[in-house]
């Protein structure tokens, strides 16, 4: 069923929705945060980054990138 297009949840009390992604390949399922979350790199001695880019758009992701390089 998860080598399918369609988008899983988990939701929790409150009604917030955490979006599951599977990994057919390694049988790995990863659960997102149902927020964005943005850190200050400032304070961090960080030699490699990841960014998880799910649902966004071209711009928004052009964004990300750009505040990113910034914080270094």
């Not at 850190?39 to 071209?58: A, G, P, V």
Request: hydrophobic share 35%.
């Amino acid at each position: 069923m998860c080598k399918n297009n369609d988008k899983f949840y988990l939701q929790d009390r409150f009604n917030a929705k955490y979006r599951i992604i599977t990994d057919n390949i390694q049988t790995v399922s990863t659960i997102y945060n149902h927020k964005n979350t943005e850190i200050s790199f400032k304070n961090f001695i960080i030699d490699f980054l990841r960014i998880d880019i799910l649902d966004e758009n071209i711009e928004e992701i052009n964004n990300i990138i750009r505040k990113t390089k910034s914080s270094f």
